[in-house]
Every structure is written in C-alpha cells, then in structure tokens.
C-alpha cells in the first residue's frame, strides 16, 4: 500500500508564506511525476504546480514567481514553497503522486493526498 500524507496548512495573512510537505510512504519502487492541486469551495480541482523525478516544473499562471516547488528523491517527499500568498490562494491543497511499486508486474498508480486546508485572510 502508498500513502501520501500533506503537512504545513493553516491560516496566514496576506501577503504571508507557508511551505506544504508531502511524504509517500509504503511499497515504493519508483517515484515519477508528483504535483500539487488546489480546490476551492465550490470550484473544480485545479492544478498548481507539477515536477519531475528529474526536477523539470510547470506552474499554474495564477501562481507562477510566487510558489516554488520541489522535491527530495531520497526522502520520498514533496514541498511547495508559497510566497506573497492571496485571499484567493485560499483552497485545500492536494498532492499527488504517479508511483511505480512493482516494476517486475508493471504495477504503479496514480495516488492522493487526503488535503490540507491552506487560509488566507486577515
């Protein structure tokens, strides 16, 4: 079994920073492309940032030069690094892992989070 376990919401002002973390855990072999998603109430799923096993990114345009993701192959883990945060950045944010368990029976899946509420507001 993998799990993926977020860390790091809460509420901040405007204007504020906070740094999410992501740990896969479990029957590991590989771990390929892992991203963040954000959902707001009442609103689709959307994507925030994406990277590589080999640390290439892609960002949403509403949050380019203001997050920063990253991630450490050894630990298994995942960061997003959000600066200069909105009241519209306000939403609960997903990770989200493309994890290879077993390569000698091609098994791998697509895996999530469970959420962590991220709050912008003075």
């Known amino acids: 079994q993998v799990q993926l376990v977020e860390s790091g919401g809460g509420l901040v002002q405007p204007g504020g920073s906070l740094r999410l973390s992501c740990a896969a855990s479990g029957t590991i072999f590989s771990i390929n492309t892992m991203a963040w998603y954000r959902q707001a109430p009442g609103k689709q799923r959307d994507l925030v940032a994406t990277i590589t096993s080999g640390g290439s990114t892609n960002y949403g345009d509403s949050v380019k030069g203001r997050f920063t993701i990253s991630r450490d192959n050894a630990k298994n883990t995942m960061y997003l690094q959000m600066n200069s945060l909105k009241p519209e950045d306000t939403a609960v944010y997903y990770c989200?892992?493309?994890?290879?368990?077993?390569?000698?029976?091609?098994?791998?899946?697509?895996?999530w989070g469970q959420g962590t509420q991220v709050t912008v507001s003075s």
């Open positions: 989200n892992a493309y994890i290879i368990t077993d390569p000698r029976r091609a098994s791998s899946g697509n895996y």
